[in-house]
C-alpha cells in the first residue's frame, strides 16, 4: 500500500471503510434536493464564475462533481478511496475522477479556480496540512468552501461526537467527528486564507447506517428544516461551512 508520511490522518482507516462501503452501496446519503442546496451554497459563497476549474476533494461516488459540472465549472473529483472513485467513473463516464490524497495532490503551484471540500474536513484530526495543500493549489484569489458536521449541533455532538455518551460509530471511520467551524476557520486562516463562517441546515438525509436511527430519520429531518432556520439557533445547525480566498 501507498505510504503516506507527515499526516495524522490514518488513510488505511479511510480506505477500507469507503472501500467496503462502496462494495454494498454508494455513498449519496442526502436527497437530491439537499445536494443541490449544497452545491448552491458553493456557487453562492464562492461566487465563482461558470468555466472555473475546481477539485471536488473527498467526491466519494461523485454526486457533487456531477452537480458542479451541471452547474457549468470544470470539475475534477478526487477521493482517496479507489473503489467509490470506480464508481463514481462509472456512473459519470464523461468526468474526469482520480484516486488521490487530499493532503498530496497532483496539483502545479496556483492552479485551480476553486476547492470544494466535500465533507472531508472532519476527517482529519489536525487538517492543518490539508488546508496548507488547497492553499498551494489556488490561484491567488482561489476560492475554497467546505461542508462539515457541526459540533455545536446537539443531534451531531450526542451522536457522532466521541465524548458524548451516546456516540455511535456506526456508519463512520475511526477519523471523523463533528467539528467547530471556530477551529477550521482559524487553521485555513493560519494558513493564508482570509475566511469565513457560514452554517446550513435543511439537508434532508436519506440514508444513515444504522437501522435503528433510520426509523427515527423523517424526525431528525423535520427537525432540521424547521428549527434551525429561526436565526437565533442558526449556530447550531448540523452543518457548518468554511469557506475564503486566497
Ligand atoms: C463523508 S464522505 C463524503 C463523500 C461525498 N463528498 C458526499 O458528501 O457524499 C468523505 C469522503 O472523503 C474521502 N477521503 C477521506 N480522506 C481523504 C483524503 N485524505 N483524501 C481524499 N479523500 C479522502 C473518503 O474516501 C470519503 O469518500
Known amino acids: 500500500m501507498q505510504e503516506f508520511k507527515n ?4 488513510k488505511e482507516y479511510e480506505i477500507e ?11 449519496n446519503v442526502f436527497t437530491h434536493e439537499a445536494n443541490l442546496k449544497l452545491i448552491d451554497a458553493f456557487a453562492r459563497y464562492t461566487a465563482l464564475n461558470i468555466g472555473s476549474q475546481v477539485a471536488d476533494l473527498g467526491c466519494g ?6 452537480l458542479l459540472v451541471d452547474r457549468g465549472f470544470v470539475a475534477t473529483g478526487i477521493d482517496i478511496s479507489p473503489k467509490l472513485i470506480g464508481i463514481a467513473q462509472a456512473k459519470y463516464p464523461n468526468i474526469h475522477f482520480q484516486i488521490g490524497d487530499a493532503e498530496h495532490l497532483h496539483y502545479e503551484n496556483n492552479s485551480l479556480d476553486g476547492v470544494l471540500l466535500s465533507g472531508l474536513v472532519h476527517h482529519f484530526s489536525d487538517p492543518s496540512a490539508l488546508a496548507s495543500e488547497v492553499y ?3 490561484k491567488p484569489g482561489g476560492k475554497f468552501f467546505a461542508f462539515d458536521p457541526n459540533r455545536l449541533n446537539p443531534f451531531m455532538y450526542l451522536y457522532r461526537d466521541i465524548s ?4 455511535s460509530n456506526v456508519g463512520v ?8 467551524g471556530s477551529v477550521v476557520q482559524e487553521i485555513f486562516t493560519n494558513v493564508g486564507f482570509k475566511t469565513n463562517i457560514g452554517y446550513l441546515s435543511g439537508l434532508s ?15 431528525y429531518n ?6 434551525f432556520k429561526l436565526f437565533f439557533l442558526k449556530k447550531l445547525s448540523p452543518f457548518v461551512l468554511t469557506y475564503g480566498v486566497k
Open 7 to 10: 499526516s495524522v490522518q490514518n
Open 17 to 27: 471503510f469507503f472501500d467496503k462501503h462502496a462494495e454494498k452501496d454508494d455513498y
Open 61 to 66: 461516488s461523485g454526486v457533487f462533481t456531477k
Open 136 to 138: 498551494r493549489v489556488l
Open 164 to 167: 458524548s455518551p451516546f456516540y
Open 173 to 180: 471511520t475511526k477519523n471523523e467527528r463533528p467539528i467547530l
Open 205 to 219: 438525509y436519506q440514508f444513515i447506517a444504522s437501522k435503528k436511527m433510520s426509523q427515527l430519520l423523517p424526525i
Open 222 to 227: 423535520l427537525i432540521d428544516s424547521v428549527v
